[in-house]
C-alpha cells in the first residue's frame, strides 16, 4: 500500500512497526512510501468444557492455589503470546529503524525479548492497542510523534 507524499520520513531506510494488543501482533515494514505486511497472528484465548478453569493446584497434597470456575486465565494466554512473537521475529528482515505500539502491560515483556540489536534500533514506544487500526492511521500516528 502506498503511503501519502506528506510521511517523508519513511524514505530511504528500512523501517520496521510492530503494533501489538495483549494476544495478538502484526508487523509492517516501511519503505520508500511503501507499507507491506509482514506476518499477523492472533492467540486465541482458552476455553474450558464445563467452567473449569484449571479449578486447583495441588502439591504434596495440599491445595496450594484454588481459582473461580469463570475466572480466565490470563497468564497463559500472556505466555502463549510471549512464545509465539519471539517465534515470528525470527522472519523478520534487517532493518534500520523500529516503532512499537502496544498496551502498557505487555510493552515491558515484549521489549525485554526483543534481541539487544533491535533494542537499539527503537525510535519510539507508543502506548495503546492500536491493533485493529488501518495501516495509514498508525503511520500518521507516528509522524505526529504518538497522541
Not at 503470546?81 to 502498557?104: C, D, G, H, Q, S
Not at 492500536?130 to 500516528?141: T, W
Request: hydrophobic residues 35%.
Amino acid at each position: 500500500m502506498k503511503i501519502p507524499s506528506r510521511f517523508p520520513q519513511f524514505k530511504g531506510e528500512t523501517t520496521i512497526i510492530i503494533v501489538s494488543g495483549q494476544q495478538n501482533a502484526v508487523f509492517y515494514k516501511v519503505l520508500n512510501g511503501i507499507i507491506e505486511r509482514l506476518d499477523i497472528f492472533k492467540i486465541p484465548r482458552r476455553h474450558y468444557s464445563d467452567n473449569e478453569g484449571r479449578f486447583k493446584v495441588r502439591g504434596r497434597g495440599k491445595t496450594i492455589r484454588a481459582g473461580g470456575t469463570l475466572e480466565p486465565k490470563d497468564d497463559a494466554v500472556v505466555n502463549d503470546f510471549i512464545r509465539e512473537f519471539k517465534n515470528r521475529i525470527k522472519n523478520i528482515p534487517e532493518f534500520a529503524r523500529l516503532y512499537l505500539l502496544a498496551p502498557a502491560t505487555t510493552k515491558n515483556k515484549i521489549k525485554s525479548i526483543l534481541p539487544k540489536s533491535w533494542q537499539n534500533k527503537i525510535q519510539d514506544v507508543i502506548e495503546g492497542n492500536y491493533y485493529y487500526r488501518h495501516p495509514l492511521f498508525i503511520v500518521e500516528l507516528l509522524s505526529k510523534g504518538g497522541i
